[in-house]
């Protein structure tokens, strides 16, 4: 009878329906996967832009943080070596002895669970970037702990290097963790500039120089004397430079252009293995730092969005990330030369878990892991007035 079918019809159904099961299975378990797996862009010049409300924003008020962030751009000339002769100008050895190069105008980028939403300005030119380098110095600090030529952040640095740099009792009292958080008070001078140059604090030249010591770990001072101090002593311990470590082991790996430059100082030549190296610096207080562009910007602040991990890849290990975010004693706003968002006293509108990496003009990356969010801004002072806008134009 047509209206019966026989048993062996009805166990072909089943096995299509069980098939069909198995294979609905299958796939939504793929898609759940795919959801958990990040996006990473694809080699340089390539970056997946979404719309801004696909990944909850409104986009009226995110045009509106970005054409704030553009208005917002850094008022002064844009001839740096004039800028950089202003504004340190009361300080003796204040000669710049690194490349400088005009600056162009603000741009910066948005990134939301790994995908673009927002770019404005040149974000393919190559600028100075001041204190962001050290960020990327740090970076290279986190290699030296991963492949355990540091073996601990608490070992005096002068086990480390022992050229004289760190003789005497109070510079042998430094370890490598006060370097990083900028709390050594090391005593000395360096490539020509004698620590105590560097912001000096008061009018009176003779305190300057014979200024009080503090003990390494108690005082915090931004200095980028004892920066390139931490520069070359990473050099003597890796002894190759510091540049070509970053591009194999972190700007090759995320898909960085090869237009990025990691400067020292003309006077900064040292001799290992009978050959002539430059000992690069950790900003462009007196010129020289890392010139790069906002999007190799974005690539490096994504690593660390992503905990030290690019696609199957991990680059610099999470417990650097951790490490990097631990306060200092004598600063709890200052980690491992990235900046802290504690008690949310410097950015109210972000988390307390977000970091930053921070430069001279108004350089900046932003990560925030706890939204899935990265911003990176060229000449624009105002991060926090920038977040601001950005947090305000998500959709509750």
Same mark, same amino acid.
């Given at each position: 009878?047509?209206?019966?079918?026989?048993?062996?019809?009805?166990?072909?159904?089943?096995?299509?329906?069980?098939?069909?099961?198995?294979?609905?299975?299958?796939?939504?378990?793929?898609?759940?996967?795919?959801?958990?797996?990040?996006?990473?862009?694809?080699?340089?010049?390539?970056?997946?832009?979404?719309?801004?409300?696909?990944?909850?924003?409104?986009?009226?008020?995110?045009?509106?943080?970005?054409?704030?962030?553009?208005?917002?751009?850094?008022?002064?000339?844009?001839?740096?070596?004039?800028?950089?002769?202003?504004?340190?100008?009361?300080?003796?050895?204040?000669?710049?002895?690194?490349?400088?190069?005009?600056?162009?105008?603000?741009?910066?980028?948005?990134?939301?669970?790994?995908?673009?939403?927002?770019?404005?300005?040149?974000?393919?030119?190559?600028?100075?970037?001041?204190?962001?380098?050290?960020?990327?110095?740090?970076?290279?600090?986190?290699?030296?702990?991963?492949?355990?030529?540091?073996?601990?952040?608490?070992?005096?640095?002068?086990?480390?290097?022992?050229?004289?740099?760190?003789?005497?009792?109070?510079?042998?009292?430094?370890?490598?963790?006060?370097?990083?958080?900028?709390? $050594? /008070?090391?005593?000395?001078?360096? &490539?020509?500039?004698? !620590?105590?140059?560097?912001? #000096?604090?008061?009018?009176?030249?003779?305190?300057?120089?014979?200024?009080?010591?503090?003990?390494?770990?108690?005082?915090?001072?931004?200095?980028?004397?004892?920066?390139?101090?931490?520069?070359?002593?990473?050099?003597?311990?890796?002894?190759?430079?510091?540049?070509?470590?970053?591009?194999?082991?972190?700007?090759?790996?995320?898909?960085?252009?090869?237009?990025?430059?990691?400067?020292?100082?003309?006077?900064?030549?040292?001799?290992?293995?009978?050959?002539?190296?430059?000992?690069?610096?950790?900003?462009?207080?007196?010129?020289?730092?890392?010139?790069?562009?906002?999007?190799?910007?974005?690539?490096?602040?994504?690593?660390?969005?992503?905990?030290?991990?690019?696609?199957?890849?991990?680059?610099?290990?999470?417990?650097?990330?951790?490490?990097?975010?631990?306060?200092?004693?004598?600063? $709890? /706003?200052?980690?491992?030369?990235? &900046?802290?968002?504690? !008690?949310?006293?410097?950015? #109210?509108?972000?988390?307390?878990?977000?970091?930053?990496?921070?430069?001279?003009?108004?350089?900046?990356?932003?990560?925030?892991?706890?939204?899935?969010?990265?911003?990176?801004?060229?000449?624009?002072?105002?991060?926090?007035?920038?977040?601001?806008?950005?947090?305000?134009?998500?959709?509750?």
């Amino acid at each position: 009878m047509s209206g019966i079918r026989s048993n062996g019809q009805l166990r072909r159904s089943g096995l299509r329906l069980v098939t069909c099961l198995v294979l609905f299975r299958t796939m939504l378990i793929a898609s759940l996967a795919a959801q958990d797996t990040p996006y990473y862009p694809g080699p340089w010049g390539t970056w997946e832009t979404r719309d801004p409300a696909e990944l909850g924003f409104d986009p009226a008020r995110l045009a509106a943080a970005v054409e704030f962030a553009q208005q917002a751009e850094n008022q002064s000339s844009r001839e740096l070596r004039n800028v950089i002769a202003v504004s340190f100008a009361n300080e003796p050895h204040n000669a710049i002895v690194g490349p400088v190069q005009d600056r162009g105008g603000a741009s910066g980028m948005i990134v939301k669970n790994g995908y673009i939403v927002a770019e404005w300005g040149d974000t393919t030119r190559v600028d100075m970037t001041f204190s962001v380098t050290k960020s990327y110095l740090s970076t290279v600090a986190g290699l030296a702990v991963d492949d355990h030529i540091i073996r601990d952040l608490s070992d005096s640095v002068g086990g480390y290097v022992r050229d004289g740099k760190f003789a005497g009792e109070h510079n042998a009292a430094i370890t490598w963790q006060h370097l990083l958080q900028q709390t $050594s /008070d090391w005593s000395g001078e360096l &490539w020509g500039k004698p !620590d105590w140059a560097d912001r #000096p604090v008061g009018s009176d030249r003779e305190a300057w120089v014979n200024r009080e010591l503090h003990a390494p770990g108690t005082h915090f001072k931004y200095n980028d004397v004892r920066v390139n101090l931490l520069a070359y002593s990473l050099l003597q311990v890796y002894r190759r430079p510091l540049p070509v470590i970053l591009r194999e082991r972190i700007m090759d790996p995320i898909g960085a252009s090869p237009t990025w430059r990691w400067h020292g100082y003309e006077n900064s030549w040292v001799t290992l293995d009978g050959q002539q190296v430059q000992s690069v610096s950790g900003g462009g207080h007196w010129g020289g730092g890392l010139f790069i562009c906002a999007r190799d910007h974005a690539r490096f602040g994504y690593l660390f969005l992503r905990n030290g991990r690019w696609g199957d890849q991990q680059l610099i290990s999470e417990d650097w990330i951790r490490e990097l975010r631990v306060p200092a004693e004598a600063n $709890s /706003d200052y980690g491992c030369m990235w &900046w802290l968002n504690t !008690d949310r006293k410097r950015i #109210p509108a972000a988390p307390e878990s977000i970091f930053y990496a921070a430069g001279f003009g108004g350089n900046y990356i932003y990560v925030d892991q706890e939204n899935d969010l990265l911003v990176v801004l060229r000449w624009t002072p105002d991060l926090a007035g920038v977040i601001e806008k950005i947090m305000a134009s998500r959709e509750q």
